[in-house]
């Protein structure tokens, strides 16, 4: 089996490790001629983040609790790629897909919002502009018409 084209980095320093990845291959569903019966082009990544060593404590926890739903066995993230006739093209998108996804999954959470308060200029300028409004609706009725 060829290496992958380089290392998949998840954030800073740390990557998915080649070792750490399990790969599989199968037959890409739908049509294809006759070279789609024939070759495994369907690329399926498994990477255990229950057991790997490569991610802090705090990583793994984070993504452990943020992928739960798509974790298989409850530890083992799995992508699969098939969007391309050629094998190789299904590995390398299905390993930037399970290094954006392990990115995304151990980011830290936004910090958390500040209330601030509203003010005292915006909201006069909002009540002057709906006492103005009322007045031009007021202004619409037909009363002392006569």
Do not use: C
Not at 13 to 39: D, I
Not at 53 to 77: C, F, I, N, Q
Not at 115 to 137: D, M, T, Y
């Amino acid at each position: 089996m060829e290496p992958m084209s380089g290392p998949y980095y998840i954030r800073g320093a740390v990557a998915l490790p080649e070792a750490e990845l399990t790969w599989r291959f199968t037959r890409s569903s739908g049509p294809g001629g006759q070279h789609v019966n024939t070759s495994d082009s369907q690329a399926e990544l498994r990477f255990d983040l229950g057991r790997t060593e490569a991610l802090p404590e705090v990583w793994k926890s984070r993504a452990l609790d943020r992928l739960a739903t798509r974790l298989v066995d409850g530890t083992v993230l799995v992508v699969r790629a098939s969007e391309h006739r050629s094998q190789w093209r299904n590995r390398e998108t299905a390993a930037v897909r399970m290094a954006s996804l392990l990115a995304e999954a151990t980011a830290p959470p936004p910090p958390p919002r500040r209330k601030k308060k509203v003010p005292r200029g915006i909201n006069e300028r909002r009540l002057r502009q709906k006492k103005q409004r009322s007045e031009v609706k007021r202004g619409r009725t037909g009363r002392g018409w006569d």
